[in-house]
């Protein structure tokens, strides 16, 4: 059966999660393989017009939340010196034609180009470390769009709670392989693009007079777990004694764990599950799902046939708008921490 074509977004309106698991969903991603996986991370982004809001690495599959730049904001000239300064001779491009042009900018601006040319770095890597060969993955990545703005905090906490559920940590926060322990450690390569996360928080507009980048960042970073834990899960074990996901919904160490970063939050539940992030191929408010849907999704529909198919493909996405984060970060006044906890 032929693979249906993957829906793309503009990168001014939403941002990919990404989700692509080993071959056999074998544990092949070892420490060794997450240290490589970041370091090429690092490298795409100067070829790449892509910036990370999150990513965690576990031992048979990994998470991306990526948004990728739109075609019409980038210099041709620039993208194409990108393309050639990575690129052996034979392979580069000439930017005195158009089509060249128009080539580089897409290639480095597309989510499918960006994840074939990650996933061929890391079986790559896999082989040499290893002396295998073959593919690493068991088929090609999937993904689904989030909105930008609250989507992307609340996939994002989605992603940093991986390695809470698997049980390999007590405090996402602490897992050496994931983004918001890059935030904890105050982000110092600039992997985590900060202003996507400032602007689904809104937290320039609570923190103006923190011009300092590092302290900004510390704050960010404060203000950012304290969402991770409101959709914090208890890891839970099967028949068989393996870890199972299931409510999404605060700890009381988690509480306490926040509190040595002066913020207090509620034990509340999200009204989404995760399943949502792992299977669903669009997530957002129904607004933003209706505009979607009017720019970007044509499939020779016109007229009434048109208007029946968008209720259709709105229907399938479900209720399309997530609860909000019913938290408390409580500041200076005894009384009001007292009340948050």
């Known amino acids: 059966m032929a693979q249906l074509p993957r829906i793309k977004a503009p990168g001014h309106a939403a941002a990919y999660h990404v989700i692509t698991r080993t071959n056999s969903r074998d544990f092949r991603l070892n420490s060794y393989m997450k240290k490589r996986f970041i370091k090429i991370i690092k490298k795409l982004r100067t070829v790449f017009y892509v910036k990370y809001c999150g990513f965690t690495i576990l031992s048979n599959h990994y998470h991306i939340l990526a948004n990728m730049a739109d075609p019409e904001d980038i210099d041709p000239k620039e ?65 689904n769009i989030i909105e930008r703005g609250m989507g992307i905090i609340q996939c994002g906490a989605y992603i940093e709670l991986n390695s809470f559920r698997a049980s390999l940590t007590a405090h996402p926060e602490d897992y050496e392989y994931s983004s918001i322990n890059e935030l904890k450690r105050g982000n110092p390569e600039g992997i985590i693009d900060i202003d996507l996360l400032e602007e689904g928080m809104g937290i320039s507009r609570l923190h103006k007079d923190l011009t300092d980048r590092q302290s900004f960042t510390q704050e960010l970073f404060k203000t950012y777990l304290s969402y991770i834990y409101e959709a914090g899960t208890s890891p839970h074990k099967d028949e068989q004694g393996r870890p199972e996901e299931h409510g999404l919904v605060i700890t009381e160490e988690m509480k306490a764990s926040l509190a040595k970063y002066g913020i207090h939050g509620p034990a509340k539940s999200m009204s989404r599950k995760g399943i949502e992030y792992s299977r669903g191929k669009f997530i957002g408010g129904e607004e933003f799902a209706r505009r979607f849907y009017e720019e970007h999704i044509d499939i020779g529909y016109r007229g009434e046939a048109r208007q029946q198919h968008m209720k259709k493909w709105l229907h399938n996405l479900g209720q399309g708008v997530w609860g909000v984060f019913n938290l408390v970060q409580a500041r200076g006044d005894p009384e009001t921490r007292k009340a948050a906890s």
């Open 79 to 143: 993208a194409i010196q990108r393309w050639n300064d990575y690129h052996e001779k034979e392979y580069q491009r000439n930017a005195s034609i158009e089509a060249n042009r128009t080539y580089v900018v897409k290639h480095l601006t597309d989510i499918s180009y960006f994840m074939k040319r990650l996933n061929v770095l890391l079986t790559n890597a896999y082989n040499r470390h290893t002396g295998k060969t073959g593919t690493l993955w068991e088929k090609r990545y999937f993904s």
